[in-house]
């Protein structure tokens, strides 16, 4: 039930906006993501995300903006003559992220902030096996975002960002826990394109 109001939501985020004459619109994009402390290496795990977002300016300079998003996150090993490993690790995430944007110029902006996530689902498999791990994944996220946009026409515009979890999305299997080191985490790299509504498309 949580997940389908918070589904419902992330498409009622950018009619709230307009109706309320804050700025609104949609996102889609592609991740490219990893985990930190499992047992692959590299952003080799490509996903989806899309959702809305709502922002107001806080003066000439700045804004304010919340996101509401589907997010696809995980890790991946594909077997090689090299590398006979199979690993898969799908997580997928309802994301909230609140943002400060400092609008450098007409066109191009930069951003930071953090996110919260629900995570909604998950998938492993360990050389096409299933019995992978007995440890739990947390419900709850939290993530720190950098990132910059690029305006490509009054309505478009281009977002790269990184997203990094500050807790961990689970304990390591050994249970094992060394400082800042306290389980697993996830690692994004998204690139997306948002579409303003209401503005001038000329």
């Known amino acids: 039930m949580k997940t389908k109001k918070l589904i419902l939501l992330l498409f009622m985020l950018p009619i709230m906006a307009v109706a309320q004459k804050i700025e609104g619109g949609l996102i889609a994009g592609v991740n490219a993501t990893q985990v930190a402390g499992d047992v692959a290496a590299g952003y080799n795990k490509a996903g989806i995300t899309f959702g809305g ?42 994301d ?37 791990s007995s440890t739990e994944f947390n419900t709850h996220a939290l993530n720190i975002i950098v990132g910059l946009s690029y305006m490509l026409s009054p309505r478009f515009s281009a977002n790269f960002r990184s997203v990094n979890s500050i807790i961990p999305i689970r304990p390591h ?15 994004v790299l998204t690139l997306s394109i948002n579409y303003y509504f209401g503005r001038n498309g000329n």
């Open 53 to 94: 977002f709502a922002a107001f300016n806080i003066n000439q300079r700045s804004e304010f903006r919340m996101e509401l998003a589907f997010s696809q996150k995980g890790s991946r090993v594909n077997p090689s003559e090299t590398e006979p490993r199979q690993y898969l690790l799908r997580v997928n995430y309802i």
């Open 96 to 132: 909230i992220p609140f943002l400060y944007r400092y609008l450098y110029n007409t066109k191009l902006s930069f951003e930071g902030g953090l996110s919260y996530g629900y995570l909604i689902s998950h998938y492993e498999e360990a050389d096409y096996y299933t019995d992978v």
């Open 173 to 187: 299997a050994s249970g094992v826990k060394r400082l800042f080191n306290s389980g697993q985490y996830n690692d």
